[in-house]
């Protein structure tokens, strides 16, 4: 009989075994089949936290096949993900079939190509217990926050609220950052800039300097209107001499192969992919998928890793291909080695994300892939390739020029040979100066001012967090690891206390009077430190130092002390939710109508309720308009939170789409455009224009 190999998806599976051959059969868990039960806490407190596991309601079915199958197998392997929620799915399916955890069953694939899986099936090993008991001890702080909490806020705030260990300090985090934003107050000042020209210069040698000292050389700061127009009245017939030229080389490095975080990062800024779309589109990439020519094959290695390892394989083979492509100038003189952040081995097992065969590049693989998948490859392929690649090189030129006792500076520079940017640059969540070269400028030369202007600018307060701001606080803080990040955001959209407006995140009234009780009430829970600490003596169990019961146990008697305080802090209290009012007046009883959150998102509503019921869907106009009538296209949601455009017409037009409307008109009817499967798209029946959406490369 074939030996049973189980891994955790179908894709898998199948890319599996296609590698395998006859003496195996792969089949799929669909994730983890256990769980802590969903109606009680499930973990017995007085008796060493021991766990009560059930099987997850509407798997009964797959665990009996997989019993049945296992039954009949030559031997059972467990092949499922290289992480802590992969060993602790391997650890509850031993359970469940009768195998021995210490035996030789548990195989681990870092990339699924047939290397990565002949040397996974190579070296089998026990299931390691420190890294189940770590994911074991971060389910149950994670429930005994979420049991033990979410009761408290029900009675306090809002039926139906839950709280979360590491949700509830991301929460804070946004939160503290708009008050900051808030709090912030603006402070003026004036740029002076002088249009300067060498004498008889051409226009294309004009540049700009800018005020940024006295004679003396101390920095000078205007801070208001009437210094600025002081100055610029003293600088009137002033002479500007070039008292100081720099000239020099600068070099820049790429970046390192991604990390989750760094991938989640990326894909926000040059995608607006949310960090849950970023893991979906990796995971395919990661489990694999058919290639024209190569059949099916994993086109990455896999994507929850701190780790900046990569192997001298793969180096070699990356080295190789840029040679043979822009030359052996544009290869690094020596390997790469960055220092990872982990500061465990155990989460340095794996390598960086890094395409699982280098030499299969993306216009290979965009002709069987498209959309997320495909830009998300040609991401991952573009940012390794060009770590292994030479610096680039900038000729820089800095001048300092004085000017009726003050002091101009100038800058620029030009490249002088693109290396790595000849293929990628990293994306900033700032803009990029752009290349400004200076034209010849010695000491002691005379300048021609074409134009001394004074603009008046304000401090800017710090920008409220995006996804990719928000995961690169998480990781600057030790706060989650790879795997919770996406989960994280998510969870704090979806229970309504985190909205995104624009890319930006920002709480909801709920959201803040939720965190108002936590820091009140669990400073604990919601502080940065705490929760970073928590998240190494995880690190410690995975490593074996540190016993899980132990671990769990100092965190529950802090919580339960904490409670017991909130509950007497907060006797005969309830936090009242504000509303979001609107300038609507309700048809039924003339009182103003206010937006609240509902099980399904936002809604509009009486402020009279419970006497008044009134109340509608919160529709969004997407300033598109309906192809049928011409009406405001409206974003709406479904009963399950899915997005549609719908007619603000309705019921008279039934008109609705999956497709999004965009701002750019139809050239041919000036109706509205509309995305569709990497197309723009008239839906006007009479017209049927159609062209492809523009590229974005990376």
């Known amino acids: 009989m074939p030996t049973l190999l189980i891994v955790e998806s179908p894709a898998k599976a199948k890319t599996i075994g296609k590698y395998l051959g006859r003496g195996y059969k792969v089949t799929a868990s669909m994730g983890h089949v256990r769980d802590l039960p969903a109606s009680s806490l499930g973990i017995d407190v007085e008796h060493g936290y021991r766990p009560k596991y059930v099987t997850i309601k509407g798997k009964q079915k797959l665990v009996k096949e997989l019993k049945e199958a296992a039954q009949k197998a030559d031997g059972v392997l467990l092949a499922t993900d290289p992480d802590r929620e992969g060993e602790a799915i391997s650890w509850h399916l ?317 800058s620029g520079f030009r490249v002088a040979f693109d290396g790595f940017t000849a293929l990628y640059e990293e994306a900033t969540d700032e803009k990029q100066k752009k290349e400004t070269a200076l034209p010849a400028l010695a000491p002691g030369q005379v300048l021609a001012l074409k134009k001394l202007s004074a603009e008046q600018k304000f401090t800017q307060p710090p920008p409220l967090y995006t996804e990719a701001t928000l995961i690169h606080a998480l990781e600057e803080n030790g706060i989650g690891r790879p795997s919770t990040y996406a989960p994280t955001i998510s969870t704090i959209i979806d229970r309504g206390y985190v909205e995104r407006e624009q890319k930006k995140l920002k709480t909801t009234p709920l959201g803040q009077a939720v965190n108002e009780v936590m820091l009140a009430q669990f400073p604990d829970i919601v502080d940065v430190t705490f929760s970073a600490d928590m998240e190494k003596k995880l690190d410690v169990v995975e490593n074996g130092a540190a016993d899980w019961v132990t671990t769990v146990d100092g965190f529950y008697k802090n919580l339960a002390q904490s409670l017991e305080k909130a509950e007497e802090n907060m006797k005969d209290q309830r936090v009242k939710v504000a509303d979001i009012p609107t300038d609507e007046v309700c048809e039924l009883c003339g009182k103003p109508m206010v937006i609240r959150s509902g099980r399904y998102g936002k809604f509009v509503a009486c402020s009279g309720f419970p006497a008044c019921r009134n109340a509608h869907p919160l529709v969004k106009d997407t300033g598109g308009k309906c192809p049928q009538c011409g009406g405001k296209m409206l974003l709406r949601k479904s009963a399950k939170g899915r997005v549609y455009y719908g007619c603000g017409n309705y019921p008279d037009c039934r008109f609705m789409t999956w497709d999004e409307p965009t701002p750019e008109p139809c050239p041919q009817c000036g109706g509205t455009l509309f995305k569709r499967r990497g197309q723009l798209v008239c839906l006007k029946e009479s017209c049927g224009f159609s062209k492809p959406t523009e590229k974005k490369q990376a």
């Open 94 to 410: 031993a359970q469940l079939l009768g195998l021995d955890p210490a035996a030789p069953n548990r195989v681990t694939f870092d990339e699924i190509t047939q290397k990565g899986v002949r040397e996974g099936m190579a070296h089998p090993r026990a299931i390691d217990m420190d890294l189940f008991n770590a994911q074991q001890a971060r389910r149950e702080l994670d429930r005994l926050v979420g049991y033990k909490l979410s009761p408290f806020l029900w009675r306090k705030v809002r039926r139906g609220l839950s709280a979360g260990r590491v949700q509830s300090v991301a929460v804070r985090i946004i939160r503290d950052r708009e008050l900051e934003v808030e709090n912030f107050k603006p402070e003026e000042y004036w740029n002076l800039d002088a249009l300067l020209c060498p004498q008889g210069g051409k226009k294309a040698d004009t540049f700009t300097a800018r005020l940024v000292a006295d004679a003396a050389g101390k920095k000078l700061t205007v801070r208001d209107g009437a210094a600025a127009a002081a100055i610029q009245k003293q600088l009137d017939g002033a002479v500007y001499t070039v008292q100081k030229v720099e000239n020099g080389r600068r070099r820049r490095s790429p970046a390192p192969p991604f990390i989750t975080s760094t991938l989640q990062q990326e894909a926000s800024r040059r995608f607006g992919f949310s960090a849950a779309r970023t893991m979906r589109a990796a995971q395919t990439l990661y489990e694999g998928v058919d290639i024209a020519g190569r059949g099916t094959l994993g086109l990455i290695t896999y994507m929850r890793t701190d780790s900046l390892r990569v192997s001298d394989e793969a180096v070699t083979a990356a080295r190789a291909y840029i040679g043979a492509r822009w030359g052996e100038g544009y290869v690094c003189k020596t390997q790469r080695r960055w220092k990872s952040r982990s500061a465990t081995a155990a989460q340095d097992a794996h390598e960086a994300i890094r395409p699982s065969l280098p030499s299969l590049t993306p216009e290979e693989v965009e002709q069987s892939l498209s959309g997320d998948t495909a830009r998300l490859y040609r991401l991952i392929w573009s940012r390794f390739m060009a770590s292994q690649m030479a610096d680039s090189q900038l000729d820089t030129v800095a001048a300092d020029i004085a000017a009726g006792g003050y002091l101009f500076h100038a």
